[in-house]
């Protein structure tokens, strides 16, 4: 339907852009970029997904606040960015809601996204290296998440729920890129472990060994 009140702004503003050689396209607005990586937003989907699943309310809230921003371009990116600061927030709601409907659970539950088992690293003013596993099927830790800070040849747990879920969101920004850095600050090869001590090795960047470069 034509817009009578406005027809003739409209048709100015078309035939002056029409005058400049212009594309009639050019009045429309473009959407503002997500400046969210990717693995953010899958982050994001995922953990709204299973925020519904518990508490159906919330879960329509989240998804509102999260395509309102994607939509108006106002996700910032980075570890400090607001985007990195809404998915530590969806994580520590997923664990209060999953401690609510587990209370004997004993502790919190791993993340919907599942991070696979390894070492990553995080740079929190200085580079931090973690260790993270899952407690094995057929035991009560099953499905749980335990992340632990690497110091040297010891690993102290992180047990605080709001620092443990700052940083996974870190992590999940980039967790290839956390991996990476992990290896070239352990000097281990990122898929078996093994030291990496051939700096001329190609793989070497990537943190991985000659062997595991090539698979």
Same mark, same amino acid.
């Given at each position: 339907m034509i817009d009578l009140e406005n027809g003739p702004e409209i048709e100015l503003a078309?035939?002056?852009?029409?005058?400049e050689g212009a594309d009639l396209l050019d009045l429309v607005p473009?959407?503002?970029p997500d400046l969210r990586s990717e693995g953010q937003a899958r982050f994001m989907e995922d953990l709204i997904t299973n925020v519904t699943e518990l508490d159906s309310?919330?879960?329509r809230q989240a998804r509102e606040y999260?395509?309102?921003m994607t939509r108006e371009g106002r996700w910032t990116p980075g570890r400090e960015g607001n985007a990195s600061a809404w998915i530590t927030r969806l994580l520590a709601k997923l664990d209060q809601l999953r401690a609510a409907a587990r209370p004997t659970s004993g502790g919190p539950a791993a993340p919907s996204v599942e991070i696979p088992a390894g070492r990553y690293a995080i740079n929190d003013g200085e580079v931090k290296c973690y260790a993270i596993d899952y407690g094995r099927e057929g035991t009560k830790w099953a499905g749980f998440l335990f992340l632990a800070r690497i110091s040297s040849d010891d690993q102290?747990?992180?047990?605080?729920?709001? @620092?443990? !879920?700052r940083i996974l969101a870190a992590i999940a920004a980039d967790v @290839?890129? !956390?991996?990476?850095l992990a290896g070239l600050t352990l000097r281990q090869c990122r898929r078996c472990g093994r030291t990496l001590s051939d700096t001329k090795n190609p793989y070497f960047?990537?943190?991985l060994g000659p062997e595991c470069g090539t698979k």
């Open positions: 078309a035939r002056e852009m029409g005058e473009d959407q503002e309310e919330l879960g999260t395509d309102r102290f747990p992180i047990r605080n729920r709001e @620092e443990k !879920a @290839e890129a !956390a991996s990476i960047p990537v943190a």
